[in-house]
């Protein structure tokens, strides 16, 4: 048996919410020690998700701006190209390494110890680290054996895998969507969610023919049909095959290619493509933690149950991000659980509010969301009002030739107070950041209003919506 080490505060996971609750726990004076079982620090986000996921999409931006350029009167030789290898290199290199060493000189920064392996729970006091490697002949008395005051654990999600669609060959999952040799002349996307949508966009934008094959009856169901029906427009006006309803059956696949089987009212039908990328959801990173061992419960998911400071059943185990039974599964989410968790530790009160937690979807046209729909704040009792304004009556997003979309503003009836707010069109992802600030603090159409929005940017369309909602348009 190997002698036991005495640590304090002790994190499985490096990722988004892991290193930010380390750093954070460092910051209020816990001596603190990651356990990654990866090369690399920053979890899926950093690595696979996110990051190198908004690389690709900005590449196939440039090179329909460049193939654009007409609109603006410019003109030149022929079609801009694209030389793919270098595309993932510069991805690669220039974006995901700088972002994960990043996080590697901050936790050293922080004087927070790094072990690298897998963690597995024996008590609710103590965890055991396997070192990264073939672990056939290792017993449960291999590795370093780890006694801790306080646990945090931010091991993430992985890809769900569906039956006949094992990830291997031409059959891949996000992660080898993002790491795919060349651009597939044809592309298939199961799955029309966030990821589906936003990399189906991106690959059509370098030049792919996708196909997004969605169970459901709309892509992107999380958002509103209104804001939906724009992406929908944009990925026809691309040449996407959008089809719902369909129910994805088996694969098929040579050397060359793979073919998909799906039914649709019944009847089957296929299609043949260079890759199918199966993109229908994620699962959390729960069940080789040895939790059976201690007194954390989980639902019939596999999701961590917490309280709203992301306490387990086990009142030293703390639980964040994407594996716990609450709030979306989104990177800036954990960013904030780590944060509060970190400070439960310390005797802080600050408490996880998922209301005011942002989403956003980088698809063209980038669509973000904060707080209630109006269909939500029905449910939720409320009585509200909306307003509108469309960025077509914005100077900026004309002049950029991205007219298309809006700002609404979801406000009580009884006193203006900002409770949602939906926004589709440039740059969604960046203006839902003020209105999250709004909802967060509970301010009034009228506070909106009266801040003064610098002109002409994309921004002047929340206080138009603002100036609506309290009863005096202006540019509508």
């Known amino acids: 048996m190997a002698d036991v080490e005495q640590k304090d505060t002790v994190i499985i996971g490096a990722g988004p919410g892991g290193y930010v609750a380390a750093i954070r726990a460092a910051e209020l004076g816990q001596q603190v020690t990651v356990v990654e079982q990866s090369e690399t620090l920053g979890g899926v986000c950093l690595n696979v998700g996110c990051v190198p996921s908004k690389a690709l999409i900005q590449a196939g931006h440039r090179l329909q701006e460049a193939n654009d350029a007409s609109t603006y009167g410019i003109t030149t030789a022929g079609p801009a190209t694209i030389d793919f290898a270098k595309t993932q290199e510069w991805k690669q290199k220039k974006v995901v390494d700088r972002m994960t060493s990043g996080v590697a000189m901050l936790l050293k920064k922080h004087k927070v110890e790094v072990i ?57 999952d996000s992660t080898g969507g993002l790491n795919l040799p060349e651009i597939p002349k044809e592309l298939v996307v199961i799955g029309g969610g966030y990821v589906g949508t936003e990399l189906a966009g991106a690959y059509a934008n370098l030049g792919a023919h996708v196909t997004i094959l969605e169970g459901t009856p709309s892509i992107l169901p999380n958002f509103e049909k209104d804001m939906v029906s724009l992406v929908l427009k944009n990925l026809k006006a691309h040449k996407v095959d959008v089809i719902t309803s369909a129910m994805a059956k088996k694969s098929e696949q040579d050397d060359n290619s793979v073919t998909v089987t799906y039914e649709v009212d019944g009847k089957a039908q296929t299609i043949k493509a260079d890759y199918c990328m199966v993109t229908v959801g994620r699962k959390p990173n729960t069940d080789n933690l040895g939790l059976e061992f201690t007194d954390v419960k989980t639902d019939k998911r596999g999701f961590i149950e917490v309280d709203d400071q992301g306490r387990t059943a086990s009142p030293h185990i703390y639980a964040i991000g994407d594996i716990v039974n609450n709030g979306p599964a989104l990177a800036h989410k954990a960013f904030f659980n780590g944060k509060v968790a970190a400070g439960a530790i310390a005797g802080h009160h600050t408490a996880n509010d998922y209301v005011s937690v942002p989403a956003v979807c980088f698809a063209d046209p980038e669509l973000a969301t904060v707080g209630y729909t109006q269909a939500e704040a029905k449910d939720a009792g409320l009585e509200v009002s909306t307003a509108k304004f469309p960025f077509a009556g914005n100077a900026r997003a004309v002049s950029m030739d991205q007219a298309d979309g809006f700002v609404r503003l979801v406000t009580t009836k009884e006193d203006n107070t900002l409770v949602g ?46 100036d609506i909602a309290i009863g005096f348009p202006t540019h509508i």
């Open 116 to 172: 690298r392996g897998e963690a597995t729970l024996d008590s609710d006091t103590q965890l055991r680290v396997i070192a990264p490697g073939p672990k056939q002949f290792m017993s449960r008395d291999t590795g370093r054996t780890l006694a801790f005051k306080d646990l945090i654990i931010a091991s993430g999600s992985r890809p769900v895998e569906i039956p006949n669609f094992k990830f291997e060959g031409r059959v891949i």
């Open 421 to 466: 707010a939906q926004v589709v069109g440039p740059d969604a992802s960046d203006l839902i950041a003020e209105l999250s600030l709004a909802v967060n603090s509970h301010m009034n159409a009228e506070d909106v209003a009266l801040t003064i929005h610098p002109h002409p940017t994309l921004s002047e369309p929340i206080q138009e919506a603002a």
